[in-house]
């Protein structure tokens, strides 16, 4: 293969790659722009009510993720961190919440699970985005 079409090719697949990222963002519900979200105030309510109960810490959660207390939060699981502090749209907790992605992958599960709202999504890609903190 010659330089120019092994060139083409490459910028080909990254323009593709771009194009999946940038469609996954485009699916995400946005950042909620309230400040100083916290973990205590603001993201432990919307995991009580709807996570803890597979992903709690003190249990044996859901793939080693527990998500009721920060420190498990932010520790994250059998697969590695769950939360990129400072990206959202790039930690896995959002994808799955957010139903972005596999299908097989998306949170909550169960039989009486109710998905998060866009606004319970983007007040947790806030918290994220601002350090998860």
């Known amino acids: 293969m010659n330089p120019t079409k092994i060139t083409l090719a490459a910028l080909a697949a990254a323009f593709s790659f771009a194009l ?3 469609a996954e963002d485009a699916k995400l519900p946005p950042a909620s722009d309230k ?3 916290t973990y205590a105030t603001d993201i432990k309510p919307i995991f009580d009510a709807s996570c803890v109960k597979c992903h709690n ?3 044996k959660p859901k793939a080693g993720v527990g998500l009721d207390t920060l420190e498990a939060a932010l520790k994250g699981g059998k697969e590695g961190k769950v939360i990129t502090a400072g990206d959202s749209a790039k930690s896995t907790l959002v994808l799955t919440v957010a139903h972005v992605g ?3 992958t998306f949170m909550p599960k169960g039989k009486d699970a109710k998905a998060l ?3 319970q999504v983007g007040l947790i890609r806030a918290w994220i985005d601002q350090g998860a903190k």
Do not use: L, N, R
Request: charged share 40%.
């Open 20 to 22: 999946a990222v940038s």
């Open 35 to 37: 400040k100083d979200v």
């Open 57 to 59: 810490s003190t249990k």
């Open 102 to 104: 596999d299908p097989d």
């Open 117 to 119: 709202s866009a606004e």
